[in-house]
């Protein structure tokens, strides 16, 4: 037997509408259902919101939210080389939904194209990011296609903290704390796999997703009066939704604290939208000596949070 004996041969199928003959019918429709190989391509936790999102006459294919920083996400699709009409379109859909993320995806992107994207991430602010993917179809034989997304264009970090250098030697010393601490406990909680990896933002709280399209979030934060928290941050823009969630879960309080064993507070908030169940202690980022101690409280309570409160989320939420 020779060595390429009973091997297959990968092969490229150049027209995508061999598995997608419409763009709008098809394609968009596939694409809502499989965002999450869209976000894995891209290193993001993607959750869609809706398809086929009205701006004015118009209508954006994906709009969508990073799980993690609840930043906005904007997809347009293709099943064609990319064109100026599609451009045109993808920056109507940024200012129209004040994106953070803006992803085109297309069969092959032009030169001019991916250059437009790559200059848009070296002159726009580090809240917007550009993405050019290309979809691609592979099969080994007379195997079923599979899809591939390759990313093209793509925000250059390093061009990011170069231009950021100026602005960020101006952050408060206190911000700068709050981003070291923040960032230890995501890189923890990264190696438990109870997140992707992220980069911390210089403020005093720090959430991830739950979710349940980001309805629902656990938390950590530094509040008021030298309080460290943790918790279940209930957040839809209904507010039913969110009193009937809450009401739902404290019906088990006794068996969730239990399973804790811990004492929360929880405060249905009922002049406010959001609800909100947590385990409170002391700390502050001006305590040194106790920061490490009050992490790896943080770390500790959000792996037993998600434990405890991820199985009821699943049944309640839906």
């Known amino acids: ?124 602010d580090e809240d917007s990011e550009f993405f050019g993917v290309s979809v691609e179809l592979w099969k080994i034989g007379d195997s079923l296609p599979a899809p591939h997304f390759k990313v093209v264009s793509a925000p250059n970090e390093w061009q990011r903290e170069t231009k950021h250098s100026v602005q960020d030697a101006n952050k408060s010393d206190k911000n700068r704390r709050y981003q070291a601490f923040f960032q230890e406990l995501t890189d923890a909680l990264t190696q438990q796999d109870f997140t992707k990896r992220r980069k911390a933002r210089p403020q005093s709280w720090l959430w991830f997703s739950a979710g349940h399209g980001g309805r629902v979030q656990y938390t950590a934060v530094f509040g008021h009066r030298k309080t460290a928290r943790v918790g279940v941050y209930i957040r839809h823009t209904d507010q039913e939704w969110n009193k009937e969630l809450f009401d739902q879960l404290e019906e088990e309080k006794e068996a969730i604290e239990s399973e804790l064993k811990e004492s929360l507070v929880w405060q249905r908030l009922d002049h406010r939208t959001a609800s909100r169940i947590s385990a409170q ?15 790896n409280w943080m770390i500790e309570k959000l792996v037993d949070f998600k434990r405890v409160f991820g199985p009821r989320l699943d049944e309640l939420a839906r």
């Open 1 to 124: 037997m020779t060595e390429t004996q009973g091997l297959g041969r990968i092969e490229r199928i150049d027209d995508l509408r061999e598995a997608w003959p419409h763009e709008s019918n098809d394609f968009t429709p596939w694409l809502a259902e499989h965002i999450s190989e869209l976000g894995n391509a891209l290193g993001l936790e993607i959750e869609l919101q809706e398809q086929e999102a009205q701006v004015g006459t118009f209508y954006l294919d994906l709009l969508a939210r990073e799980s993690v920083t609840d930043r906005t996400v904007i997809i347009e699709n293709q099943l064609e080389p990319t064109n100026h009409d599609h451009l045109g379109k993808l920056l109507t859909y940024a200012g129209g939904f004040d994106a953070n993320v803006i992803v085109w995806v297309a069969k092959d992107f032009r030169d001019e194209h991916r250059q437009s994207l790559d200059w848009l991430n070296q002159r726009t």
């Open 281 to 295: 202690r002391q700390g502050s980022i001006d305590d040194e000596e106790a920061l490490e101690e009050t992490r």
